[in-house]
């Protein structure tokens, strides 16, 4: 009976320890998709609505220097419609004259419709700058704060930064929500990028301390890279639709009350424990972790480089309407959620480095034939190869910075996952920026071109992490407590054959 009463306990504590790794998944898995979504959701939405503004401003600055106040004592012409003459009125109405009005010839000027194709100005040009900036503050600051949340979430543990991480992505959805001018949402997409870093650190540093063996684990950060995927895939239609037929505000209010849901949720989870890890800089010195890092880099800046610049490269050849600003990243969102989801498994058989080697080549591939695109349907395949292959390297080197932790280092996770959220922010902090300015200088075509031969260049680089070496005193730690068991063992044995033999008789 107390067997039994024993043996329910022990299946009741496994049943709360597999839901609680399960509610660990989605939580994670939640916030990444809230993070993306509002990282993706102003990719149609800003350069719109910052042109809109500038061309407003622009044309009222003109007309108001086109039409200005006449002062009093000049001529003015008043037409007659009645015999079609102009007579000069001044200050004396003696001096008001008459002569034939020449017609003026008349053209019909079609109304302006939203959807019209922006002339390629220098206007339309600066606009990359300026959308690249704004998006890449976001990374930058991201990239600031990592290397303090990674070592921070090894002392206090994971559940305060990732609550952080919910508040902060919940005051910088207001503000994206109610700011109209270009400082205001600076400073929103900047204060993002500091709950970005808190929510995703933390989270995937969570999810590799619960799943301890490489194969679960590996499958666990696939899923919760497919909620990445998901706000990569759902926030651009989302946002162009929201902000073409309800207007800007809606779907940052939207995404405001998800955050406060998922971080609700979060307040009940359980503390877990932690011990101190190796610290970051260690870690960076680390020459396998570079490697995996730079693919995390170089794969998702050229994602980076092409979301501010595609809709405007868009808006200066192809006339589309705003829905088809975000519409045209939905074959790049699809088969990033494929790519994820298909790779997280397949390639912890095929071999993670030859996955990231082939998703390196591929994403080279596909961002060199995107200016091939004549319309909107020829976007759709070279999309598609790029969200494809960026999938196949974040599911494969995600996990396997966790596996060299655990390899080469002491098996605490917020550090490491701190310096791949680092690469990640790297290349959306430098893409946007500096894909602006070279957008601007030498076109879009060569930008596309650029950074596909670096990431062609950089794929080779993965057969380093075919098999790499464990560390001498991670493997004497490892072995130590089997040498400890051994010499025991040895110890009992001597001892039951001295005893055996003692009590033999002569």
Same mark, same amino acid.
């Given at each position: 009976r107390i067997k039994t009463i024993l043996d329910f306990s022990l299946l009741t504590w496994l049943r709360e320890e597999k839901q609680s790794r399960r509610l660990i998944l989605l939580i994670v898995f939640i916030a990444l998709l809230l993070d993306n979504m509002l990282l993706t959701v102003v990719v149609p939405i800003i350069p719109s609505y910052l042109y809109s503004v500038d061309d407003e401003a622009a044309q009222s600055?003109?007309?108001?220097?086109?039409?200005?106040?006449?002062?009093?004592?000049?001529?003015?012409?008043?037409?007659?419609?009645?015999?079609?003459?102009?007579?000069?009125?001044?200050?004396s109405p003696q001096m008001s004259t008459a002569s034939p009005m020449t017609p003026a010839p008349t053209s019909v000027t079609p109304p302006q419709n939203k959807s019209d194709c922006p002339k390629a100005d220098d206007q339309l040009l600066n606009e990359n700058v300026k959308v690249g900036l704004l998006f890449a503050s976001k990374a930058t600051v991201q990239l600031i704060t990592n290397p303090f949340i990674g070592p921070l979430t090894n002392r206090i543990g994971y559940q305060i930064p990732m609550f952080a991480g919910f508040c902060i992505m919940f005051v910088s959805t207001?503000?994206?929500?109610?700011?109209?001018?270009?400082?205001?949402?600076?400073?929103?997409?900047?204060?993002?990028?500091?709950?970005?870093?808190?929510?995703?650190?933390?989270?995937?540093?969570?999810?590799?301390?619960?799943?301890?063996?490489?194969?679960?684990?590996?499958?666990?950060?696939?899923?919760?890279?497919?909620?990445?995927?998901?706000?990569?895939?759902?926030?651009?239609?989302?946002?162009?639709?929201?902000?073409?037929?309800?207007?800007?505000?809606?779907?940052?209010?939207?995404?405001?009350?998800?955050?406060?849901?998922?971080?609700?949720?979060?307040?009940?989870?359980?503390?877990?424990?932690?011990?101190?890890?190796?610290?970051?800089?260690?870690? *960076?010195?680390?020459?396998?972790?570079?490697?995996?890092?730079?693919?995390?880099?170089?794969?998702?800046?050229?994602?980076?480089?092409?979301?501010?610049?595609?809709?405007?490269? *868009? *808006?200066?050849?192809?006339?589309?309407?705003?829905?088809?600003?975000?519409?045209?990243?939905?074959?790049?969102?699809?088969?990033?959620?494929?790519?994820?989801?298909?790779?997280?498994?397949?390639?912890?058989?095929?071999?993670?480095?030859?996955?990231?080697?082939?998703?390196?080549?591929?994403?080279?591939?596909?961002?060199?034939?995107?200016?091939?695109?004549?319309?909107?349907?020829?976007?759709?395949?070279?999309?598609?190869?790029?969200?494809?292959?960026?999938?196949?390297?974040?599911?494969? *080197?995600?996990?396997?910075?966790?596996?060299?932790?655990?390899?080469?280092?002491?098996?605490?996770?917020?550090?490491?996952?701190?310096?791949?959220?680092v690469a990640f922010c790297m290349g959306f902090a430098f893409g946007p920026s500096a894909g602006g300015v070279i957008a601007r200088s030498i076109g879009f075509p060569w930008l596309m071109t650029i950074i596909g031969v670096v990431d062609i260049l950089f794929a080779p680089l993965c057969f380093l992490l075919r098999n790499p070496p464990a560390n001498e005193e991670k493997m004497i730690t490892q072995l130590r407590p089997l040498i400890k068991y051994f010499t025991l063992y040895l110890s009992f044995s001597e001892i039951k054959i001295s005893v055996n033999s003692s009590s033999q008789p002569d």
């Open positions: 600055v003109q007309n108001h220097s086109m039409s200005p106040l006449s002062p009093s004592g000049t001529f003015q012409s008043i037409v007659s419609l009645y015999d079609n003459t102009t007579h000069l009125t001044g200050l207001l503000m994206f929500a109610f700011s109209s001018s270009y400082t205001l949402l600076f400073l929103a997409r900047s204060l993002q990028g500091v709950g970005s870093s808190c929510s995703s650190v933390a989270g995937m540093g969570m999810l590799a301390s619960v799943y301890s063996d490489d194969e679960e684990r590996g499958n666990a950060i696939g899923i919760a890279l497919g909620g990445l995927a998901m706000g990569v895939l759902v926030g651009p239609p989302f946002g162009s639709v929201m902000y073409e037929f309800v207007g800007k505000t809606a779907p940052f209010l939207i995404l405001a009350v998800l955050a406060v849901l998922d971080g609700g949720e979060f307040i009940n989870l359980c503390s877990l424990s932690f011990q101190k890890g190796t610290s970051l800089i260690t870690l *960076m010195k680390d020459p396998y972790i570079l490697i995996a890092a730079g693919s995390i880099c170089f794969a998702n800046m050229a994602i980076a480089m092409l979301e501010p610049a595609l809709p405007i490269w *868009m *808006m200066e050849t192809m006339c589309p309407r705003k829905w088809q600003l975000g519409v045209a990243f939905v074959p790049a969102s699809i088969s990033y959620l494929i790519g994820t989801n298909i790779f997280a498994v397949l390639a912890h058989k095929m071999g993670r480095w030859l996955c990231s080697l082939i998703g390196m080549l591929l994403v080279g591939i596909s961002i060199i034939c995107v200016p091939l695109a004549k319309d909107i349907y020829g976007l759709i395949v070279p999309n598609f190869g790029v969200g494809f292959a960026i999938g196949m390297v974040d599911s494969s *080197m995600m996990p396997i910075m966790g596996y060299l932790v655990d390899l080469r280092h002491v098996s605490v996770y917020g550090s490491v996952y701190a310096i791949a959220d």
